[in-house]
């Protein structure tokens, strides 16, 4: 492993815990703790291993391989870009509109963007692994990557459903 990527391992992992247990509080902190539930990453994996057939046309054992690896790289980045996506987004545009309004951190524009991110953060994440590892041709201008954000949707949207399911008891 590179010496920079083995850094910014490192400073996940050692950050990871630390998220948990923030004193400050928004939507994309609240959606990240749902985002490692089993349901969702069952969910995830299943739905995007179809759209990676589909879109890349990967053998199925390869298309599995691409789908689990995409992901794990997915989990351990998105733990800190997920959250600091959801921090850059409360900083602009949310203050803005928030003050407006005279809205707190926890509004419906704040959870639609946040579920948004989420998902064009995962598939950023996951579209660079299959670029590079499994040489598929991904490229963010494109059909693919609409589609991928869309199949990330259904994981994301099951741990964003389940947060007004079984609410988060703090």
């Known amino acids: 492993m590179e010496p920079p990527l083995r850094k910014?391992?490192?400073a996940?992992?050692?950050?990871?815990?630390?998220?948990?247990?923030?004193n400050v509080v928004w939507p994309a902190l609240y959606?990240?703790?749902?985002?490692?539930?089993?349901w969702a990453i069952s969910v995830g994996l299943v739905i995007e291993y179809l759209f990676v057939r589909w879109l890349f046309g990967?053998?199925?054992?390869?298309a599995a391989i691409a789908d689990l690896s995409a992901n794990a790289a997915s989990a351990?980045?998105?733990?800190?870009?997920v959250p600091l996506a959801g921090i850059a987004w409360e900083l602009f545009p949310a203050s803005v509109y928030n003050w407006a309004l005279g809205w707190g951190t926890f509004n419906p524009i704040t959870?639609?963007?946040?579920?948004?991110?989420?998902?064009?953060?995962?598939?950023?994440?996951?579209?660079?692994?299959?670029?590079?590892?499994?040489k598929v041709d991904f490229k963010i201008k494109s059909?693919?990557?609409?589609w991928l954000v869309l199949a990330n949707a259904f994981s994301v949207g099951v741990a964003f459903a389940?947060?007004?399911?079984?609410?988060?008891?703090?």
Request: proline share 4%.
């Open 8 to 10: 910014l391992l490192v």
């Open 12 to 22: 996940v992992l050692l950050a990871a815990p630390t998220l948990a247990y923030a």
């Open 31 to 38: 959606l990240e703790t749902r985002l490692f539930s089993w």
């Open 58 to 62: 990967l053998a199925p054992s390869r």
């Open 76 to 81: 351990v980045v998105g733990v800190v870009l």
């Open 111 to 134: 959870w639609a963007g946040t579920f948004l991110l989420a998902c064009v953060v995962n598939a950023v994440l996951e579209g660079f692994v299959y670029k590079k590892a499994f």
């Open 143 to 146: 059909k693919n990557f609409a």
């Open 162 to 170: 389940s947060l007004w399911i079984v609410p988060l008891q703090l």
